[in-house]
């Protein structure tokens, strides 16, 4: 069936420390790839985008992620995690031919220790 | 350039009532895509609407409906409201680019 799945529900690090948070899909072809981040009550902000092309994206906040076709993963990364970074975080995917109905990941729960 | 408008941000229903929300995308964005969010669920895609279409609909059932307007805003209804409907529900709007621009969600509650 096809899926995403973000296998850690919370993970807590130290401010300044580095920070991966982990993202499988199970689709038949390469879909569109997506993280997005959600403060308590808000909605989803786009952190970054995999369409093609560089499999090693580059986003907003200082987040990275990195496509891995192997291992259909797409990893999202941040070298020095800021207090302010604490909040939910979406792994999503979009079929090519899917319009624009997106699936979600279940999240990762990110908390900021000082 | 404003954003994806969803109105109103709280609203508290009774179990059998009906409630409709509002969501008016970003200028020149022709898609627009609801998600219900809620603690055991997760996200999950309600509907998209482009061009006053439905294009896809996700599992949900009748009672979950909606329309979109020739000015591309959207109403999403839901009727004889349960307990379990009670949620966060978040729009999308978007262009040809595929990148979804989220609004900030209503939070309807039914008791």
């Known amino acids: 069936a096809q899926s995403v799945t973000q296998p850690d529900i919370h993970i807590t690090v130290s401010e300044g420390a580095s920070l991966e948070l982990r993202c499988n899909y199970s689709?038949?072809?390469?879909?569109?790839l997506f993280w997005y981040v959600q403060s308590p009550g808000q909605g989803l902000q786009l952190l970054l985008k995999?369409?093609?092309?560089?499999?090693l994206v580059q986003g907003i906040k200082g987040f990275e992620a990195e496509f891995k076709r192997s291992q259909s993963s797409f990893n999202l990364r941040k070298p020095s995690v800021h207090w302010s970074d604490a909040a939910e975080y979406f792994c999503?995917?979009?079929?090519?031919?899917?319009?624009?109905?997106?699936?979600f990941g279940t999240g990762t729960k990110l908390q900021v220790i000082p | 350039k404003a954003g994806v408008t969803q109105t109103p941000r709280y609203l508290i229903k009774t179990r059998g009532q009906q409630v409709t929300l509002s969501c008016s995308p970003i200028?020149?964005?022709?898609?627009v895509s609801w998600y219900q969010q809620t603690p055991g669920q997760g996200l999950q895609f309600l509907f998209e609407?482009?061009?006053?279409?439905?294009?896809n609909k996700g599992n949900f059932p009748g009672r979950f409906s909606g329309r979109q307007f020739s000015n591309s805003r959207s109403e999403m209804n839901v009727s004889t409201l349960e307990l379990g409907d009670s949620a966060l529900y978040l729009c999308?709007?978007?262009?040809?680019?595929?990148?979804?621009?989220f609004g900030s969600g209503t939070r309807l509650t039914v008791v």
């Open positions: 689709y038949g072809a390469t879909p569109y």
């Open positions: 999308a709007s978007s262009t040809s680019d595929r990148v979804n621009t």
């Open positions: 999503a995917v979009l079929l090519s031919g899917g319009y624009q109905k997106v699936t």
């Open positions: 995999y369409f093609s092309g560089d499999t």
């Open positions: 200028s020149g964005h022709r898609s």
């Open positions: 609407y482009f061009s006053e279409t439905q294009r």
